[in-house]
């Protein structure tokens, strides 16, 4: 038995810290490192690091889980909350990505640049392009003072739908992938997986409920683990059964998860067990399995171009669901910006597209530049969205300008009949 994957475990784990701690001073996702660290440390470069079969299965179990503890975070309140803003926002902003990448990904193929790609392979580019990370965005925007305005409300809250968005286009792409596929059949494997995850969501909330109320509301450690092997479960059922990707399982267990008492200290007890080791080890895997090819003019134009259809595809269907709400070319143009970044979902998405064989892994490259290159340019372009004030921010300036100095006026007219009051009775008890 060979103990080198002790020896590879240390160095995923050491480089992608070091290098996260290195892109988070340049205000950039600490996500970004841990590719760096597997470009670096793997056959692209220095070749130190090799894809093997654990390393394999260890990142699936990562992103599995990655996909848990986001379908934990979800609030489905805050989804029915969001309301038309954040639908409208979160629809545009999928299905105008979807179609610029289709349509690029075709263009690609046409010119040459996608020798041999196949229609499913052009949709499958445009569903990574879908996916919105607005972790930075929400730094960005705390920096500028304009998280709790009404375009960072609509911001966060279309993020959240356009995740579930996402990931329903990415589970139609995915099982469209099998071989001898019909489109009904397809459709309906995927209702059922969905009447499926309804189905055993009641009975574990109903079973979770009984067993908390057993133990008078104590945090016990069962729970976590009746939690994981409830994710590991749906993930293998949705997998094996209905032909939808494993972690649209795990995301449907997490909502499940999320519904029950005790999902904030069953998600605090997933988070070690996320950053200390799985979560590394994904996204390191990434940047291992990437293969650098001669970059050529022809590549490099590839990946700029493909990063400026991510940025404009989200500004615009983003833009266009906030103008269908009633916002401001200005404010549509901030949503927009505000939407454009990318990260962790659009590597998931991507690493399964390889997985299935429906995308080449010759895209890798483009894709991982394409993530970087947003998370680089979204708090550029934040900044410069939001620099000057709007009409809308002067007139609630002006507004609250003239209520100070009404406060003020109110203030020495007070003081004045004070002091007015103080002379009289000083002149009665004078007399």
């Not at 293998?236 to 939808?244: I, L, S």
Request: hydrophobic share 55%; net charge positive.
């Amino acid at each position: 038995m060979s103990y080198h994957y002790l020896l590879d475990l240390a160095l995923i784990l050491l480089s992608t810290k070091v290098l996260g701690m290195v892109t988070r001073r340049f205000q950039m996702p600490q996500v970004v490192g841990a590719l760096l660290a597997g470009l670096i440390l793997g056959p692209a470069m220095l070749d130190i690091l090799t894809e093997t079969e654990f390393l394999s299965q260890l990142s699936e179990l990562g992103v599995i889980v990655i996909l848990f503890t986001a379908g934990m975070g979800t609030d489905l309140n805050e989804l029915r909350a969001a309301g038309k803003p954040g639908f409208l926002v979160a629809l545009c902003g999928v299905l105008v990505p979807l179609a610029m990448g289709t349509a690029f990904g075709w263009l690609a193929g046409k010119t040459g640049w996608l020798p041999g790609n196949t229609l499913l392979e052009d949709v499958f580019l445009g569903t990574i392009l879908t996916a919105t990370s607005v972790s930075i965005t929400v730094e960005t925007l705390k920096e500028l003072g304009k998280l709790d305005t009404k375009v960072g409300g609509t911001i966060l809250a279309a993020a959240l739908i356009d995740d579930v968005l996402g990931l329903i286009a990415l589970t139609v792409v995915t099982s469209l992938a099998g071989e001898s596929v019909s489109l009904p059949v397809v459709l309906l494997k995927i209702v059922l997986f969905f009447v499926f995850a309804v189905a055993v969501g009641f009975a574990a909330i109903r079973f979770f409920r009984w067993m908390i109320g057993r133990a008078c509301g104590k945090n016990l450690r069962r729970y976590p683990v009746l939690a994981f092997a409830l994710c590991l479960l749906m993930a293998y059922c949705a997998e094996e059964f209905f032909g939808v990707a494993d972690i649209i399982g795990a995301f449907a267990a997490g909502l499940v998860v999320a519904s029950t008492p005790k999902a904030k200290y069953i998600e605090s007890k997933f988070e070690p067990l996320s950053y200390l080791l799985l979560a590394p080890v994904f996204f390191a895997s990434i940047g291992i399995k990437a293969v650098l090819p001669e970059l050529n003019a022809a590549l490099v134009l590839f990946s700029l171009l493909l990063l400026a259809v991510a940025i404009l595809s989200k500004v615009i269907g983003c833009g266009l669901g906030a103008k269908l709400c009633g916002f401001s070319g200005r404010e549509c143009v901030q949503v927009g910006a505000g939407m454009a970044c990318r990260g962790e979902v659009a590597l998931i998405v991507a690493n399964r597209g390889m997985s299935i064989g429906v995308l080449d892994q010759a895209l890798m490259t483009p894709v991982i530049i394409t993530v970087v290159g947003c998370a680089v340019l979204t708090p550029v372009l934040l900044k410069l969205v939001f620099r000057g004030k709007s009409q809308e921010s002067l007139r609630e300036n002006g507004l609250a300008d003239r209520y100070r100095e009404a406060e003020q006026l109110d203030i020495v007219s007070a003081d004045l009949l004070e002091r007015n009051r103080r002379m009289m009775k000083k002149s009665k008890e004078s007399k």
